[in-house]
């Protein structure tokens, strides 16, 4: 294998975030389920967006806001994704290069609009999300770089990719290019709804294609129908070389063979908004990984990651994550 | 006169902000003009586009940031001005409307896209504005509803308008309609250098056309050319019925015939984001205005008003004014 260019190339839904404040009656009324993340079409999509209040505009997308992570802690990062020759694309494009990142899949010219998703900030800092794809559903296996990927150290997947066919084809094609080319495949559950959506194939990939898992805890219990996080551990130590297991204010759990490494959260003074918040650690995990950093050390990166993303807004990084993680390290 | 509909009528360029942490190195690099608000081309705002980091898109726009902050202090706001028929257009037509200001203005069909904001945050939260008009170079005295300012009490002008023939001639239609009707017009300098290129006409403006000015200490001394703040109280006297002056931390300064009133800044934890500060403090204080409330309330409710918006990114308040301004006015 020669010297990878990239440490992380991601492959997921381009998507802009609507950001807008929202109490938990609206979220009541408008039948969306809290904290979860809701394929919605474009009606649907209409019907919120003129209900809601003012948003922000902020890139987004589970794995590109990892890579974009991954870029602020210094490493290097690529992009797989499609964003329609639209305004929001050009914004989108411009975003994630400013951050850092890679991003050449070309845009479509024709069909939907560049995706959004309308995520709902609570009072409790908690977010909904309700997802038009748009463009993203164009996203197909032509799309899918294998050289890109065969030049990077982690192919990093995101478990919203499996709601569409050509997806999941992408999906598997990108998997076999990293493991084609020695590299390891990282892949995030994402969802609650989206691992009971697809828990026997989620489980199929875990088994033969993942490397490295990550999962909160909600997904990783509805993966393997148990209730407990205890009984989840042997499950996924079996499946997987690395699990990266979140659990909110109680830190995260990283298992590595016979290992078993539990991090602390990172104290924060108050959470704002949690959009984003695994795409961080995930970022941050992976930054320790590609130098091969010790476990307690990635998942403290992850831990540092996630706190920055939810002291404030948006499911990108606003200060640079290198210098943040290098300062709490050494203290 | 029958009973007016609204309370203010705001008339301004609409433009969608795209806000970017940036240090002062980046400005001099780029030859921004710091804590100033200049034109910029559509070449320059590529350049200047592509060189920034990521940004996050949040509707703005001076005179509508205050129609938007006097909707959130409970008061009925209407808006003029002009997006396109494209993505950006349909983001600021919805924040506008989402956060309760009535905005009929068609959209241009033609001609260049929304035009768009570029403000550059440093690290000691100063914004410097780079704003590219785009389709709000389009707005004409065809725009200016005369049937919507006579149903006004107050049609608020916003100095940067002034940069264009039509938009002054919209300017001059508009004041003429709510004097017609009996109704008052506001207007706000906007900008130091605004100031200087149109300074001879805006002292023809102020003397002829406008009942009250809101002005910030830069801009009233550039007015006056004079030294010091002080020289210009006397001056802003004999030519406005009240004239609201900002300060920045040491507060504010309203004129009223022979009353001035001091009124001292809002304490705040801090200061993230200087944009829409002056914006703001215009809504809290017309909010009190068009209740007939006494000059020291409206300042602060401006105070209280522009505490909010510089405590978080962006130029459109992030909660109810009505209740933090009725909490602040009980303490």
Redesign the interface.
């Known amino acids: 294998m020669p010297q990878p260019t990239y440490d992380v190339v991601a492959i997921g839904n381009a998507i802009v975030d609507v950001l ?2 929202a109490d938990d009656a609206f979220l009541v009324r408008h039948g969306c389920a809290k904290g979860a993340m809701t394929l919605v079409d474009a009606n649907r999509a209409e019907a919120l ?2 209900a ?8 987004g997308g589970s794995a590109a806001n990892t890579v ?1 992570g991954l870029a602020s802690l210094g490493g290097k990062a690529a992009f797989i994704g499609k964003v329609r020759d ?3 694309g050009e ?1 989108y494009r ?3 290069r ?2 850092g990142v890679a991003f050449e899949t070309p845009a479509a010219s024709s069909g939907p ?1 560049t995706g959004r998703c309308f995520i709902l900030v609570t009072p409790d800092a908690q977010r909904t999300m309700n997802t038009f794809l748009g463009a993203a559903v164009e996203l197909n296996p032509e799309d899918v770089d294998e050289e890109l990927i065969s030049r990077s150290k982690v192919t990093y997947l995101e478990g919203y990719l499996w709601d569409r066919p050509e997806a999941k084809e992408a999906f598997r094609k990108a998997a076999a290019a990293a493991h084609d080319a020695g590299a390891k495949v990282a892949f995030t559950l994402s969802d609650r709804f989206c691992v009971e959506r697809w828990r026997a194939e989620f489980l199929d990939l875990i088994q033969n294609h993942v490397n490295i898992l990550f999962a909160n805890e909600s997904e990783i219990l509805a993966l393997y129908q148990v209730k407990t996080f205890e009984e989840a551990l042997p499950r996924v130590r079996g499946h997987v070389e690395v699990a990266a297991l979140t659990r909110s204010e109680k830190g995260s759990v990283v298992v590595k063979g016979k290992e078993v490494v539990k991090v602390p959260a990172e104290p924060i003074a108050k959470v704002i908004d949690t959009t984003g918040a695994g795409d961080l650690y995930a970022a941050g995990f992976l930054s320790g990984y590609v130098q091969g950093r010790p476990m307690d050390e990635c998942g403290r990166r992850g831990a540092i990651a996630a706190a920055e993303i939810i002291s ?3 499911a ?1 990084p ?2 640079s994550l290198q210098k943040l993680v290098a300062e709490k390290l050494k203290a």
């Open positions: 807008a404040h967006y003129g809601m209040g003012p948003g922000a505009e902020i890139s974009a639209d305004q929001l914004v411009h975003d994630l400013a951050a609009a404030h807004f948006g990108r606003e200060t």
